[in-house]
Structures are given as structure tokens and as C-alpha cells.
T-cell receptor, first 114, second 111 residues
Framework: DTGVSQDPRHKITKRGQNVTFRCDPI?????LYWYRQTLGQGPEFLTY????????KSRLLSDRFSAERPKGSFSTLEIQRTEQGDSAMYLC????????????FGPGTRLTVL | AQTVTQSQPEMSVQEAETVTLSCTYD???????LFWYKQPPSRQMILVIR??????QNATENRFSVNFQKAAKSFSLKISDSQLGDAAMYFC????????FGAGTRLTVKP
């Protein structure tokens, strides 16, 4: 296994369009996390999954954002009706179940909303 | 809500010297985990060091060590014998169930 992968690496879209990102975690990891990182800031937690169950969602995750992990493996993050303020790096991470375990991060998807 | 504060937006160190990056956090929990992550330019975030709150002994990983002061809610990172490859953004993070990150410290290493 080569680590956490994310696709696409870059996405440019026009305001109002929908976008979907994919994350493939390390195969034996039960937990999968989504973060958003803007320039000069640390990652902000969006949501996480334990297997296919979405256990927590941040208040940052507006109704336009939805995440799924249907089979407990890969996950998708969809943003509907994108806004310029959605421009950011979207990071995915995975870890084994226990909360103190290291999270392994993917390379991120950089979203630019024009 | 748990918050993590890194008060040094930028730090600079001479190669082979020692530098300390500061981090404070706020929590009402007694059991949690603290991390330092490194994010090199245009590269993935990688773990530097981890500390379990119930352990009094400070974690050490080669040239990296922490000074964990639980009562003061302080978790600083010391980098000894700094190398050019240490140049990166460093993020302090608190973990109970989800991870909360500080705003980061940009470390520059001067040759």
C-alpha cells in the first residue's frame, strides 16, 4: 500500500458548479477524516468516518457539503453550488480506530473557485 | 471546544543549532493526545512526534523532543542539530476524537 491517495490533485471550477473529490485511505484503516486548509492556516476538521458511519461533522460543514464512505473503503466529498470562499486545499487522512493513533495524510485536492 | 494556539507564525534557525516551537492548547479533558506534524512546501503532512497526555515522560524521536507541561497546557517542540531538510510548516495538534490543529509555524533553516 502506498499511502493515502486523493483525486484529483487540482480542480478549477466556476462558481455555482458542483465538485466531487475522492479519497482512498490506507486499506487497513477504519477511520477516515476530511479537513480543509486555507493558505497560511492549519487544517480545519470537517468530518470523519468510522468504517461507513459518519460519526462527527463540523459546523464548518454547511448543507452544501456532503461526504460519503459507502463501503467503508474510499470516501467522496461533494460540494454543491461552489462559492469563491470554498477555494482551499481539501485534505484526507486515515488512521486505525484508536483515537491516539497517527493520522496519515494524503497529498490533498486544491480547489479553486473562479 | 478545544483550541490550539501557536504563537510564532515564523521562526528561523541556523543549521546545526537548536530551535523550540511553542504550542498551547485548551481542553477540559484529562485524556488526550498531542502531535507535531510537519508540512514541507507542496508536500504531504507527516508526523514528527506524538505525546500521550497520561504519560509524564516527554516524547523523543531522534533530534526531535517535546516539553509537555500538562498543567500549563503547553506542548513545545525542540529540534536539535537543525538540518536544511527541517524547513517546513510545523503544526501542533490536539486529538481526543477529532484532530484540532494550530495555525502553524513556518521554520526557516539558514545554511
Amino acid at each position: 500500500d502506498t499511502g493515502v491517495s486523493q483525486d484529483p490533485r487540482h480542480k478549477i471550477t466556476k462558481r455555482g458548479q458542483n465538485v466531487t473529490f475522492r479519497c482512498d485511505p490506507i486499506s487497513e484503516h477504519n477511520r477516515l477524516y476530511w479537513y480543509r486548509q486555507t493558505l497560511g492556516q492549519g487544517p480545519e476538521f470537517l468530518t470523519y468516518f468510522q468504517n461507513e458511519a459518519q460519526l462527527e461533522k463540523s459546523r464548518l460543514l454547511s448543507d452544501r457539503f456532503s461526504a460519503e464512505r459507502p463501503k467503508g473503503s474510499f470516501s467522496t466529498l461533494e460540494i454543491q453550488r461552489t462559492e469563491q470562499g470554498d477555494s482551499a486545499m481539501y485534505l484526507c487522512a486515515s488512521s486505525p480506530t484508536l483515537p491516539g493513533n497517527e493520522q496519515f495524510f494524503g497529498p490533498g485536492t486544491r480547489l479553486t473557485v473562479l | 471546544a478545544q483550541t490550539v494556539t501557536q504563537s510564532q507564525p515564523e521562526m528561523s534557525v541556523q543549521e546545526a543549532e537548536t530551535v523550540t516551537l511553542s504550542c498551547t492548547y485548551d481542553t477540559s479533558e484529562s485524556d488526550y493526545y498531542l502531535f507535531w506534524y510537519k508540512q514541507p512546501p507542496s508536500r504531504q503532512m507527516i508526523l514528527v512526534i506524538r505525546q500521550e497526555a497520561y504519560k509524564q515522560q516527554n516524547a523523543t524521536e531522534n533530534r526531535f523532543s517535546v516539553n509537555f507541561q500538562k498543567a500549563a497546557k503547553s506542548f513545545s517542540l525542540k529540534i536539535s542539530d537543525s538540518q536544511l531538510g527541517d524547513a517546513a510548516m510545523y503544526f501542533c495538534a490536539y486529538n481526543n476524537n477529532d484532530m484540532r490543529f494550530g495555525a502553524g509555524t513556518r521554520l526557516t533553516v539558514k545554511p
